[in-house]
C-alpha cells in the first residue's frame, strides 16, 4: 500500500526555523515526484514547489522561491519542507503529494503537516 | 504564476449534474492535455478524481467526468449525492514553474 506520512503539527514563533517531513512507504521513492502544497486558512491550494529524490531535480513556484527549502533523503524515502526564518503569514496546511516519474497527477497524499506561527 | 480560474461555487440538487469550469492560458490548460482534478473534503487531504483530462483512477466513481476545450476543462458530476458536497480544484501541467498550477477551487453545494 502506497503511503506518505507527514511529521506531526507545529507551533513556532516568527523568527524560528523549521524542517517537516514527507516519509514515502510501498513504492519506489526514487521513481516518483514529490510535490509540496501549502493551503492556508479557509484557502485553496497553491503550489510550492517539487522535487526528484533521484537526483534531487528541485523547482520552486516564484512565489516561494527562496522563502523555503526542498529537500530529499532517499536513503530514508522522505522529503523535507524547510524554513529558515518562520513569518506568521506561514501558517498553514502543508500537503505533501507523490506523482510517478512521466505522470503529470498527483495520486498520493500525505495526511498534511499543520503549521502555525504566533507570537 | 497565475492560478486557474474556476467558479467559487456551484450548486444542485441530489440526482442532478453539475458542470465546474477551469480556465487556464495557452501555456497550461491549452497546451497539455494534463488537466486533473481533486476533491477536497473539510479538514481532509485532497483526492485525485481525474487526469489526464479525463481518466478516473480505479476506485472513482463513473459519476465523475472531465473534458477540456481550448483553454478550459471541465468536471461534471452527474447523478449528484450529498457526499459529492466539497471543494473541488483543476491543476495543470503548465511551461512556467514549478511546472504545475492549481485551480482556484469550487465549492460544492449539495441543496
Known amino acids: 500500500e502506497v503511503q506518505l506520512v507527514q511529521s506531526g503539527a507545529e507551533v513556532k514563533k516568527p523568527g524560528e526555523s523549521l524542517k517537516i517531513s514527507c516519509k514515502g512507504s510501498?513504492?519506489?521513492?526514487?521513481?516518483?515526484?514529490i510535490g509540496w502544497v501549502r493551503q492556508m486558512p479557509g484557502k485553496g491550494l497553491e503550489w510550492m514547489g517539487i522535487?526528484?529524490?533521484?537526483?534531487?531535480?528541485?523547482r520552486y513556484s516564484p512565489s516561494f522561491q527562496g522563502q523555503v527549502s526542498i529537500s530529499a533523503d532517499r536513503s530514508i524515502n522522505t522529503a523535507y519542507l524547510q524554513w529558515n526564518t518562520l513569518k506568521a503569514t506561514d501558517t498553514a496546511m502543508y500537503y505533501c503529494?507523490?506523482?510517478?516519474?512521466?505522470?503529470?497527477?498527483?495520486?498520493?497524499w500525505g495526511q498534511g503537516t499543520l503549521l502555525t506561527v504566533s507570537s | 504564476q497565475s492560478a486557474l480560474t474556476q467558479p467559487a461555487s456551484v450548486s444542485g440538487s441530489p440526482g442532478q449534474s453539475i458542470t465546474i469550469s477551469c480556465t487556464g492560458t495557452?501555456?497550461?490548460?491549452?497546451?497539455?492535455?494534463?488537466v486533473s482534478w481533486y476533491q477536497q473534503h473539510p479538514g481532509k487531504a485532497p483526492k485525485l478524481l481525474i487526469y489526464?483530462?479525463?481518466n478516473r483512477p480505479s476506485g472513482v466513481s463513473n459519476r465523475f467526468s472531465g473534458s477540456k476545450s481550448g483553454n478550459t476543462a471541465s468536471l461534471t458530476i452527474s447523478g449528484l449525492l450529498a457526499e459529492d458536497e466539497a471543494d473541488y480544484y483543476c491543476?495543470?501541467?503548465?511551461?512556467?514553474?514549478?511546472?504545475?498550477?492549481f485551480g482556484t477551487g469550487t465549492k460544492v453545494t449539495v441543496l
Open positions: 503529494a507523490s506523482a510517478k516519474a512521466g505522470n503529470y497527477y498527483w495520486d498520493y
Open positions: 510501498g513504492y519506489s521513492f526514487t521513481n516518483y515526484w
Open positions: 522535487i526528484y529524490p533521484l537526483n534531487s531535480d528541485t
Open positions: 495557452s501555456s497550461d490548460v491549452g497546451a497539455y492535455n494534463y
Open positions: 489526464d483530462v479525463s
Open positions: 491543476s495543470s501541467y503548465t511551461k512556467n514553474a514549478p511546472p504545475y498550477v
